[in-house]
Each structure stands twice: as C-alpha cells, then as structure tokens.
C-alpha cells in the first residue's frame, strides 16, 4: 500500500535499494517484482527501466526484456547502453537483420573506446562485426537483384547505382561539395567526372610522353622554379598542412599561375603548353587558368581536404607514377596510370599519397564545370574578378 507521506519518486527509491540487494543475493525474481513496484510509481526513469529489463535478460525472458529496453528509449532515444541491448535482445531472438540494423543505430552513439569497460568494448566489437556483416549481406542482395536488370544500364549507370546501393547499404559515405568559397548553386557532386564531358581529354593524353620529357628536364636540373606547393605565411592557422607548409616534399612547378603565363617556365615547356591549349580551362582575371607540374616526394601523403570553388574541376594527367601512389576523392579510390588522365570535382573531400620509393609527378589544370552555361561562366567569372577588385578596394566597373 502507497504511504500517503512518501512521495512516488522516493517509494521508487526504495523499490530500486531493495531490488539491488535481491539481485545481488542472486534472487531475479524477487528483483523483479520489486523493479516492477519501482516503474509503477516511476515511468520516465530510464535506470530504472534498464534495470528491469537487465533482470529479465537474465531470467530469460527476451520478450519482456525487449519491452522494457524499448520504454527505457522511449525516455532517452539517444542512450547508447539502452540502444545497444535492444540490439543484443534482437540477435538473442533470432532476429538477424533486425539486430544487425539495430547495432549500426547504436554505433552511431556509441563513445570512444577508451572510455568504456572492457565488457562494454568487447560488446561494442561484437556490434560491428554484426553490423558489418548486416549492411554485407545487404549490397549483395541488392546487387543480385540488380543483376536481373543489368543489361538496361551501361558502365556509367551501373558504377552509379553500386554508389547508390553502397551510401543505402551504409558502406560507402555520401560526400558532398564543401567549396572553401564559390558554392555555386545547382551543380552536382560528382566524385570523377566520365571522359565524354571533355573531348578533348584524349588529344591531351597524346601528348604525355612530350609532357613527361619536359617535366624530367625541368626536374633533372634542380630547377629553382620548384616551389612549395603548400606556403601560407606566418600567423596562419595551419591545421593539416602543418607538415607540408613550405616543404619541397609537395613541390609545384607553375606554368600558368594566377591566371597568367609563369613566362620563363612556359618557354623551357612548349609541349606543354600547346597540350594545355586544348583544355577547356576558366579565364578568371588573377585567378585562372592554373597549371603546374605538382611533384610528391616518396613517402609523403597530403591530408584530406576541400578546393576553393565548385564552379570549375581539375584535371590530373599522370606523367610519373611509381608503385604505392594513390588518391581518393570521397568514396573512391583510384590509382595514377602514367599517361591516363582524369577530372575530378576538388571540393570533394580528397587526398593523396606516395608511399613509393620515387617521386611522383602529375601535370595538374583547372577546368570549367562542364554544367554550367556559357553564359553562366561569363557570369561567374565577373562575380569573383569583382569581389576580389572590391576587397582590393577598387569597384566593381559600372553596368554597361
């Protein structure tokens, strides 16, 4: 019988002490009745729903302890002990695609390791093997049943819809344009753009070998004109270019820079310069065309990061790839083919690396965006050209 002096809050109180001291004398049953009296008094306690459903875990019964698991995250969705027993009530019943599903939900709110027991560690390290074997089995249903269409869609569709059924398989991260500056709206976030967006990419990639014996001359001779791809000036945060800023490991030979010739470097590279004039590059006054030869030294990696504007691409022509060298661009990693180039949006997350031996150089250009309008780069160009005149202090020139 309730004590009219006592409130709920305390009478549960009570309840959870004594329930304590069964379970810890080995009686469940009894723990559970008094948890029982305890939620009765309480319903929004979540350690009080925890409790009851741990005693009826241990008392066997899986479906009333799923019931009390689910009114514990009824009062904090987020909790990620509570989210992670339901997951082992799931896999306890059978229920293998519920709890792997359930396991990726309580991954995603669970702490780092090192904070957590070792039980706990060692159950967060069961939650991913299940999950990872869920989301598996997942891809390759979905795959299989594709596989009874395949024959509607070419390479294209078909690389594109295994990038669809890996970001709803959770296997593969959806990555975005994150622009450090230029957003320009309505234009698609495509990791490696397809060759037929640019006809002209072959006759460029026909000229390697006269590229790659410029670049090994500029190379051979210690050139001076090699500069520090990375160099911000003192004062500057530096976050992941620390190690890079103002080191020749990720060197730049700049042909065109600013959007202007590098006049000494384009007469030592006229090769270069006649393939580059078959690239579809942005004319943004001292901002673009850009292009360089870029030189990593072996065993160095540049950090993950994002370009400056997503209205135009870049382009990599590989002219010196040693073994080990690779890049990525969000989800998709891709390794340098000497003389096979490729175009791809920069304000995607990406990286790269060199964990070769030797150098590895690469002629890298910009390109316009091959989704904008003639009329919508014209636009774009005089929008940035009058920015940076008006941070100059200088104004923007008067509508015709």
């Not at 460029?204 to 670049?215: K, P, S, W």
Request: glycine share 8%; proline share 7%; charged share 25%.
């Amino acid at each position: 019988m309730t004590d009219p002096g006592v409130s709920p809050k305390d009478e549960a109180a009570a309840f959870k002490a004594a329930a304590d001291r069964a379970m810890g004398s080995g009686d469940l049953r009894g723990a559970r009745e008094l948890l029982q009296q305890a939620v009765a008094r309480v319903d929004d306690s979540l350690g009080l729903w925890m409790s009851l459903a741990a005693c009826n875990r241990g008392l066997g019964d899986v479906d009333d302890a799923l019931t009390a698991v689910e009114r514990a995250l009824a009062v904090e969705p987020r909790n990620f002990m509570a989210l992670l027993m339901k997951a082992s009530l799931l896999e306890r019943q059978g229920r293998e695609r519920p709890a792997g599903a359930a396991y990726g939900v309580a991954l995603t709110q669970a702490p780092s390791p090192d904070r957590l027991p070792e039980p706990t560690r060692i159950a967060l390290a069961h939650a991913r093997e299940v999950h990872d074997r869920y989301t598996a089995q997942m891809a390759g249903a979905l795959s299989a049943d594709l596989a009874k269409v395949s024959g509607r869609a070419g390479a294209v569709e078909a690389a594109r819809i295994e990038t669809f059924i890996g970001g709803i398989a959770g296997r593969r991260r959806i990555y975005q344009q994150e622009p450090i500056q230029f957003n320009y709206p309505g234009l698609p976030a495509i990791e490696f753009h397809e060759r037929t967006e640019f006809p002209w990419l072959e006759g460029l990639e026909a000229c390697t070998d006269d590229i790659r014996g410029e670049v090994l001359a500029v190379w051979g001779d210690g050139s001076p004109q090699l500069e520090p791809y990375v160099s911000y000036p003192d004062g500057v945060p530096l976050d992941q270019w620390a190690e890079l800023n103002k080191s020749l490991n990720w060197s730049a030979f700049h042909l065109l820079f600013d959007g202007a010739p590098v006049a000494a470097n384009c007469a030592r590279c006229p090769a270069t310069m006649a393939a580059l004039a078959l690239v579809d590059q942005p004319k943004v006054h001292d901002r673009s065309p850009s292009a360089m030869f870029s030189i990593l030294k072996a065993h160095t990696r540049i950090p993950p990061h994002t370009g400056v504007a997503n209205t135009r691409l870049v382009l990599h022509l590989p002219l010196i790839v040693p073994d080990g060298c690779g890049f990525r661009v969000g989800g998709e990693t891709r390794q340098w083919r000497e003389g096979h180039a490729w175009v791809f949006d920069d304000t995607i997350e990406h990286e790269a690396w060199n964990d070769g031996d030797r150098p590895r150089a690469i002629l890298i250009c910009d390109v316009w965006s091959p989704h904008l309008s003639a009329a919508e780069r014209e636009l774009v160009a005089q929008v940035i050209a009058a920015l940076d005149r008006f941070n100059q202090g200088g104004q923007a020139p008067a509508e015709p």
